[in-house]
Structures are given as structure tokens and as C-alpha cells.
């Protein structure tokens, strides 16, 4: 069974620090991946998606692709309490977006 | 680019209504659409896929008799959830992809909270 997984947390940082958010797939013939964040009560909003192995950095966003070890990540600098959100990974293949249940990241003022 | 429109946002009525929700695209023709339920505190859960012009594919455990998915255009998918109950109540939300899915990011729909009395 495909499976994506993320750490619950919640996971704390400082407004300012780094917050890194870490996800782990099972299906090696995943080829694309995506970052989502959802406020609660809201629907989820696509952050950033990355295909090829390395980094790809948009803004205050970096994501981390290492397909030999099946993982990936979410770097988020100079944390502000807006990014506080759940944040979702999710993987694609030959198959609808396999979601991760999500990371709730709390940035502290 | 890749908006897609959910409607209603909010929807509350009697037990035994039947709740049609519908989901556009509105700058791009999406082929395929997703639908996904998710109950407070919990991760999204794809109910199904929908393609234009062919039968959605349901995951296991949805009663397709129970949400009726029709792709009649390459911008609109409805869901209508019949007959519904108080454990239908949830946050409904779709998505839609430019071409299929693969390599495509999904974008959502703002989602539609049904509460059921």
C-alpha cells in the first residue's frame, strides 16, 4: 500500500528560527511531490512541488527531494506565526495525490 | 491561474436531504477531479475520482449509491450525497489537474462544511 508519512507533532519553533518538515513515501515509483498547507478550516493551498532530486527554493521555501532515500522536505525560514498551519506532503505516480496526515506547525511570537 | 471554485461553502439541512456540491475550474479544463472528505482533526480522505465523461472510481469503502459523482464537462464535477445523515456531516473538498495527474499538482477547491441535523 502507498503511504506517505509525516510527523504529527505539533512542532514549535520562534518567530524567526527555521522550521523543518520532514516526510518519508513508500512507493518508489512516486515521481512528483508536493508541499500543501491548510489553516484550520480551510481547504489546502499548494505551497511548492518539486520532481527532481535536490533543492528547489521559492521565497522563504525551500523543498528537499532524496528519492534514493525515499524522502522528502519542507525548509521554512524566518518563521512568522502566519505559517502556523498544518502542512501536508503528498506524493503522485500513476495514482491520485497520496497525502500525508499532516504536520501542525505552530510558529511562537 | 488553476482556480478552482466550490459551491456551496456552507451547507446545513435536515436528515433525508440530498446535497448536490459542485466543483468548476475555472481557468483550465480539467480532466480529472477529485473528491475528498475530512472530519475535524483528521487527514484528508479521497472518496473518489472523477473523470469527464466516464464513471468515477470510488475508494474502497464509499458507497457509490450513497455520492453520486457526475464529470458532465471538462469544468464542472458535481457530488451529491443522498439521503443524507448527521454521520454524513463533514468538510467535503475537491480538486482538479490540468491533464490526469501524473507530474500535475492538485489545486483545491475553498471546500464545503455540511452539517446534517
Known amino acids: 500500500q502507498k503511504e506517505v508519512e509525516q510527523n504529527s507533532g505539533p512542532l514549535s519553533v520562534p518567530e524567526g528560527a527555521i522550521a523543518s518538515l520532514n516526510c518519508t513515501y513508500s512507493d518508489r515509483g512516486s515521481q512528483s511531490f508536493f508541499w500543501y498547507r491548510q489553516y484550520s478550516g480551510k481547504s489546502p493551498e499548494l505551497i511548492m512541488f518539486?520532481?527532481?532530486?535536490g533543492d528547489k527554493e521559492d521565497g522563504r521555501f525551500t523543498a528537499q527531494l532524496n528519492k534514493a532515500s525515499q524522502y522528502v522536505s519542507l525548509l521554512i525560514r524566518d518563521s512568522q506565526p502566519s505559517d502556523s498551519a498544518t502542512y501536508l506532503c503528498?506524493?503522485?505516480?500513476?495514482?491520485?495525490?497520496?497525502f500525508g496526515k499532516g504536520t501542525r506547525l505552530s510558529v511562537i511570537a | 491561474g488553476a482556480v478552482v471554485s466550490q459551491h456551496p461553502s456552507w451547507v446545513i439541512c435536515k436528515s433525508g436531504t440530498s446535497v448536490k456540491i459542485e466543483c468548476r475550474s475555472l481557468?483550465?479544463?480539467?480532466?480529472?477531479m477529485f473528491w475528498y472528505r475530512q472530519f475535524p482533526k483528521q487527514s484528508l480522505m479521497l472518496m473518489a475520482t472523477?473523470?469527464?465523461?466516464?464513471?468515477?472510481?470510488?475508494e474502497q469503502g464509499v458507497e457509490k449509491d450513497k455520492f453520486l459523482i457526475n464529470h458532465a464537462s471538462l469544468t464542472l464535477s458535481t457530488l451529491t450525497v443522498t439521503s443524507a445523515h448527521p454521520e454524513d456531516s463533514s468538510f467535503y473538498i475537491c480538486s482538479a489537474t490540468r491533464q490526469g495527474w501524473t507530474d500535475q499538482p492538485q489545486h483545491f477547491g475553498d471546500g464545503t462544511r455540511l452539517s446534517i441535523l
Open positions: 518539486i520532481y527532481s532530486n
Open positions: 481557468d483550465f479544463q480539467a480532466t480529472t
Open positions: 503528498a506524493s503522485s505516480g500513476n495514482t491520485p495525490l497520496v
Open positions: 472523477s473523470n469527464e465523461g466516464s464513471k468515477a472510481t470510488y
